[in-house]
Protein backbone atom coordinates (compact mmCIF):
# COMPACT_ATOMS: atom_id res chain seq x y z
CA UNK A 1 0.00 0.00 0.00
CA UNK A 2 1.75 3.68 -0.95
CA UNK A 3 1.44 6.29 2.02
CA UNK A 4 0.75 9.78 0.50
CA UNK A 5 3.10 12.48 1.88
CA UNK A 6 1.25 15.00 3.51
CA UNK A 7 1.31 18.61 2.88
CA UNK A 8 0.60 20.83 5.58
CA UNK A 9 0.17 24.41 5.29
CA UNK A 10 -0.07 26.87 8.48
CA UNK A 11 -0.14 30.47 8.59
CA UNK A 12 1.38 32.42 10.73
CA UNK A 13 1.09 35.77 12.45
CA UNK A 14 3.30 37.42 14.95
CA UNK A 15 2.99 34.64 17.36
CA UNK A 16 4.35 31.08 17.51
CA UNK A 17 2.43 28.92 19.99
CA UNK A 18 -1.04 28.59 17.71
CA UNK A 19 0.31 27.25 14.68
CA UNK A 20 3.03 25.34 16.42
CA UNK A 21 0.07 23.95 18.64
CA UNK A 22 -1.67 23.41 15.13
CA UNK A 23 1.24 21.45 13.50
CA UNK A 24 1.30 19.11 16.96
CA UNK A 25 -2.26 18.32 16.71
CA UNK A 26 -1.89 17.53 12.70
CA UNK A 27 1.73 15.56 12.67
CA UNK A 28 4.26 15.16 10.48
CA UNK A 29 6.68 12.18 9.52
CA UNK A 30 9.85 11.46 7.54
CA UNK A 31 8.83 12.78 3.85
CA UNK A 32 6.14 15.31 4.42
CA UNK A 33 5.88 18.99 3.50
CA UNK A 34 5.36 21.75 6.20
CA UNK A 35 4.75 24.88 4.09
CA UNK A 36 4.88 28.24 6.50
CA UNK A 37 2.72 31.43 5.12
CA UNK A 38 2.96 34.89 6.56
CA UNK A 39 2.40 38.00 5.16
CA UNK A 40 3.80 41.38 4.26
CA UNK A 41 3.19 44.75 4.71
CA UNK A 42 5.58 43.95 8.48
CA UNK A 43 7.89 41.40 6.06
CA UNK A 44 10.55 41.53 8.52
CA UNK A 45 8.41 40.62 11.48
CA UNK A 46 7.18 38.25 9.33
CA UNK A 47 10.05 36.79 8.22
CA UNK A 48 11.00 36.37 11.61
CA UNK A 49 8.20 34.62 12.78
CA UNK A 50 8.55 31.86 10.20
CA UNK A 51 11.82 31.77 10.66
CA UNK A 52 11.50 30.96 13.84
CA UNK A 53 8.37 28.45 13.75
CA UNK A 54 10.78 26.27 11.34
CA UNK A 55 13.67 26.27 13.96
CA UNK A 56 10.97 24.66 16.39
CA UNK A 57 9.94 22.34 14.33
CA UNK A 58 13.17 21.02 12.77
CA UNK A 59 13.46 20.43 16.39
CA UNK A 60 10.54 18.63 16.78
CA UNK A 61 10.80 16.65 13.60
CA UNK A 62 13.51 15.02 11.22
CA UNK A 63 12.92 13.90 7.64
CA UNK A 64 10.52 17.28 7.02
CA UNK A 65 10.72 19.38 3.97
CA UNK A 66 10.04 23.08 5.11
CA UNK A 67 8.94 25.85 2.63
CA UNK A 68 8.82 29.05 3.59
CA UNK A 69 6.41 31.20 1.87
CA UNK A 70 5.62 35.16 1.97
CA UNK A 71 2.60 36.29 0.47
CA UNK A 72 2.17 40.08 -0.69
CA UNK A 73 -1.53 41.71 -0.20
CA UNK A 74 -0.80 44.18 -2.62
CA UNK A 75 -0.53 41.43 -5.44
CA UNK A 76 -4.26 40.20 -6.85
CA UNK A 77 -5.97 37.84 -4.45
CA UNK A 78 -6.35 35.48 -7.06
CA UNK A 79 -3.07 35.41 -8.02
CA UNK A 80 -1.67 34.65 -4.14
CA UNK A 81 -4.33 31.57 -4.18
CA UNK A 82 -2.82 30.35 -7.68
CA UNK A 83 0.88 30.85 -6.21
CA UNK A 84 -0.32 28.41 -2.93
CA UNK A 85 -2.02 26.24 -5.12
CA UNK A 86 0.71 25.33 -7.47
CA UNK A 87 2.81 25.17 -4.59
CA UNK A 88 0.76 22.58 -2.97
CA UNK A 89 0.16 20.83 -6.62
CA UNK A 90 3.87 20.56 -7.21
CA UNK A 91 4.00 17.58 -4.40
CA UNK A 92 1.46 15.81 -6.01
CA UNK A 93 0.39 12.71 -4.97
CA UNK A 94 -0.48 13.95 -1.74
CA UNK A 95 -2.62 14.70 1.26
CA UNK A 96 -3.03 18.32 1.88
CA UNK A 97 -4.04 20.22 5.35
CA UNK A 98 -4.91 23.52 5.60
CA UNK A 99 -4.49 25.16 8.89
CA UNK A 100 -5.08 28.99 8.91
CA UNK A 101 -4.46 29.80 12.48
CA UNK A 102 -2.47 33.03 12.31
CA UNK A 103 -1.81 35.85 10.44
CA UNK A 104 -3.94 38.61 8.94
CA UNK A 105 -7.49 38.17 7.90
CA UNK A 106 -7.10 38.38 4.31
CA UNK A 107 -4.66 35.08 4.36
CA UNK A 108 -6.99 32.89 6.16
CA UNK A 109 -9.43 33.92 3.30
CA UNK A 110 -6.30 33.22 1.44
CA UNK A 111 -6.29 29.84 3.06
CA UNK A 112 -10.13 29.15 2.46
CA UNK A 113 -10.12 29.91 -1.40
CA UNK A 114 -7.03 27.80 -1.91
CA UNK A 115 -8.38 24.54 -0.23
CA UNK A 116 -11.55 25.03 -2.26
CA UNK A 117 -9.32 25.39 -5.54
CA UNK A 118 -7.32 22.34 -4.78
CA UNK A 119 -10.61 20.30 -3.76
CA UNK A 120 -12.12 21.62 -7.62
CA UNK A 121 -9.09 20.14 -9.24
CA UNK A 122 -8.35 17.19 -7.33
CA UNK A 123 -9.69 14.74 -10.21
CA UNK A 124 -6.63 16.02 -11.96
CA UNK A 125 -4.37 17.39 -9.60
CA UNK A 126 -4.17 13.87 -7.21
CA UNK A 127 -4.30 15.88 -4.15
CA UNK A 128 -6.95 15.77 -1.81
CA UNK A 129 -7.75 18.11 0.86
CA UNK A 130 -8.06 16.66 4.19
CA UNK A 131 -9.19 19.26 6.87
CA UNK A 132 -9.33 23.09 6.72
CA UNK A 133 -8.90 24.62 10.12
CA UNK A 134 -9.82 28.15 10.81
CA UNK A 135 -8.66 30.10 14.27
CA UNK A 136 -11.91 31.45 15.29
CA UNK A 137 -11.22 34.96 16.71
CA UNK A 138 -13.34 37.49 18.79
CA UNK A 139 -12.76 41.13 18.46
CA UNK A 140 -11.04 43.10 21.29
CA UNK A 141 -14.45 44.63 22.17
CA UNK A 142 -16.38 41.15 22.12
CA UNK A 143 -13.20 39.73 24.59
CA UNK A 144 -13.61 42.78 27.03
CA UNK A 145 -17.31 42.21 27.47
CA UNK A 146 -17.30 38.35 27.84
CA UNK A 147 -13.72 37.38 29.67
CA UNK A 148 -14.32 33.80 29.07
CA UNK A 149 -14.31 33.84 25.19
CA UNK A 150 -11.11 32.34 24.49
CA UNK A 151 -9.51 31.87 20.99
CA UNK A 152 -10.03 28.17 19.34
CA UNK A 153 -9.90 26.79 16.27
CA UNK A 154 -12.23 24.63 14.44
CA UNK A 155 -13.05 22.53 11.55
CA UNK A 156 -14.61 23.44 8.46
CA UNK A 157 -16.42 20.49 8.03
CA UNK A 158 -17.94 21.12 4.27
CA UNK A 159 -15.44 21.88 1.38
CA UNK A 160 -17.07 22.81 -1.81
CA UNK A 161 -16.05 23.78 -5.52
CA UNK A 162 -15.26 26.57 -6.35
CA UNK A 163 -17.05 25.83 -9.97
CA UNK A 164 -18.57 22.65 -11.64
CA UNK A 165 -15.94 22.01 -14.20
CA UNK A 166 -15.05 18.97 -15.95
CA UNK A 167 -11.18 17.77 -16.57
CA UNK A 168 -11.07 18.93 -20.19
CA UNK A 169 -12.22 22.38 -19.09
CA UNK A 170 -9.57 22.79 -16.40
CA UNK A 171 -6.91 22.27 -19.01
CA UNK A 172 -8.81 24.50 -21.38
CA UNK A 173 -8.03 26.90 -18.23
CA UNK A 174 -4.70 25.79 -17.78
CA UNK A 175 -3.87 26.33 -21.52
CA UNK A 176 -5.03 30.11 -21.12
CA UNK A 177 -2.96 30.48 -17.89
CA UNK A 178 0.19 29.40 -20.00
CA UNK A 179 -0.53 32.09 -22.43
CA UNK A 180 -2.55 30.29 -25.14
CA UNK A 181 -5.19 32.46 -25.65
CA UNK A 182 -6.63 31.98 -28.91
CA UNK A 183 -8.89 28.85 -30.01
CA UNK A 184 -6.39 27.25 -32.45
CA UNK A 185 -3.32 27.77 -29.90
CA UNK A 186 -5.53 26.31 -27.22
CA UNK A 187 -5.81 23.41 -29.38
CA UNK A 188 -2.04 23.04 -29.93
CA UNK A 189 -1.92 23.00 -26.05
CA UNK A 190 -4.61 20.15 -25.80
CA UNK A 191 -2.98 18.14 -28.34
CA UNK A 192 0.64 18.28 -26.10
CA UNK A 193 -1.69 16.54 -23.30
CA UNK A 194 -3.22 14.21 -26.48
CA UNK A 195 -6.70 15.89 -26.58
CA UNK A 196 -7.66 16.27 -29.80
CA UNK A 197 -10.25 18.37 -30.04
CA UNK A 198 -11.62 19.90 -32.95
CA UNK A 199 -11.40 23.92 -33.18
CA UNK A 200 -15.35 23.96 -33.02
CA UNK A 201 -15.01 21.87 -29.90
CA UNK A 202 -12.77 23.78 -28.32
CA UNK A 203 -14.75 26.77 -29.20
CA UNK A 204 -18.17 25.32 -27.73
CA UNK A 205 -16.30 24.61 -24.61
CA UNK A 206 -15.02 27.91 -23.77
CA UNK A 207 -18.64 29.04 -24.81
CA UNK A 208 -19.63 27.50 -21.40
CA UNK A 209 -16.51 28.51 -19.55
CA UNK A 210 -17.75 31.73 -20.27
CA UNK A 211 -21.03 31.09 -19.25
CA UNK A 212 -19.67 29.90 -15.90
CA UNK A 213 -17.97 33.06 -15.68
CA UNK A 214 -14.64 31.70 -15.52
CA UNK A 215 -13.66 33.03 -18.84
CA UNK A 216 -13.63 36.39 -20.94
CA UNK A 217 -13.32 37.10 -24.31
CA UNK A 218 -12.94 39.92 -26.98
CA UNK A 219 -12.12 40.43 -30.40
CA UNK A 220 -8.76 40.99 -32.19
CA UNK A 221 -8.67 41.28 -35.53
CA UNK A 222 -10.69 38.50 -37.39
CA UNK A 223 -10.62 36.30 -34.42
CA UNK A 224 -11.20 36.37 -30.57
CA UNK A 225 -9.03 35.83 -27.66
CA UNK A 226 -9.76 34.41 -24.27
CA UNK A 227 -8.63 35.14 -20.78
CA UNK A 228 -9.22 34.14 -17.02
CA UNK A 229 -11.51 36.20 -15.08
CA UNK A 230 -10.27 35.84 -11.12
CA UNK A 231 -12.51 33.19 -10.13
CA UNK A 232 -11.22 31.24 -13.56
CA UNK A 233 -7.23 32.42 -12.38
CA UNK A 234 -7.44 30.09 -9.24
CA UNK A 235 -8.33 27.24 -10.59
CA UNK A 236 -6.61 27.57 -13.60
Not at 95 to 112: P, Q
Not at 173 to 190: D, M, N, S, V
Request: include cysteine.
Amino acid sequence: MVVLRRVVLVSTGFTLNRPLESILKTGLGSGDVLIIVNSEPFRDKAVEVVNLLAEHVNRIYSGVLIIKKILDPGKFFEDNVRELRILVESYAPCKSYFLAVGGFRWLTIAFMITAYAVYTRRMINNVSVETLELLLEESPIVLKEYKTLEERTIKIPILTRIADVKIDELEILEAIAKGYYRTKQIKRYLEQKRRNYSTKTIAKKLQELIRKELVTWEKRGRSFIYKLTPIGKTIA
